[in-house]
């Protein structure tokens, strides 16, 4: 017999909503995770440091989500080796649409901003701030790209002295840095991926 239609608009699909990584290694992807969905990564980078994240869906057209990593390093002398500042925590929000939301085969969008809470190294106080434009679109059921920007800054504050912030000390655009992105599942329910 044919379905009520309210029936139908009410009932769940029983394949449930599909689930795409939120974010790629250290970028966002461009897609929302679904709503209620909590989605968790955690391991060891190259460097030795610890890193985490843990997200969850808003309503599908949002995401939160907090995190610590190794990536953020402090040069306390010019000519020195970098020095990781460990657990460095950090808070974002996501907000995007799905692909073919609006039409045919536009890519899946997001705006997100990454804010880490203030960290001290010595005696100076840490804080860093991102903002991502990305974009995401799969090609076939196996192949997703991504692309978008991030714009970043951060401010290092000592005892006494005026906060350092790092866009005045630059041009803006020495602040904007590409982000591109290809994800492969050559065999089903595995997943290779590869940021620039």
């Known amino acids: 017999r044919p379905r009520d239609p309210v029936e139908e608009a009410i009932t769940p699909d029983p394949g449930g909503p599909t689930m795409h990584f939120p974010l790629i290694f250290t970028a966002p992807s ?3 995770l679904p709503a209620a969905v909590i989605w968790s990564s955690s391991g060891v ?39 990781p500042v460990e657990p460095f925590g950090q808070a974002s929000f996501k907000m995007g649409v799905g692909e073919n939301r609006f039409v045919r085969y ?52 000592e005892p006494g002295a005026d906060a350092f912030f790092f866009h005045d000390q630059a041009r803006a655009y020495k602040h904007v840095r590409p982000v591109l992105a290809i994800e492969a599942e050559p065999i089903e329910r595995s997943s290779v991926m590869v940021e620039l």
């Open 30 to 32: 461009g897609r929302m």
């Open 45 to 83: 980078h190259t460097g030795g440091g610890f890193y985490g994240d843990l997200f969850v869906g808003l309503g599908d057209v949002a995401e939160f989500g907090v995190g610590v990593t190794d990536l953020i390093r402090v040069r306390p002398v010019p000519g020195e080796d970098p020095i």
């Open 106 to 157: 536009q890519p899946a969008l997001a705006l997100a901003f990454r804010k880490s809470f203030e960290h001290t190294f010595g005696v100076a106080k840490l804080r860093t701030a991102a903002l991502y434009l990305m974009a995401s679109k799969s090609l076939g059921s196996r192949v997703t790209i991504h692309g978008g920007g991030v714009l970043w800054d951060a401010t290092i504050g």
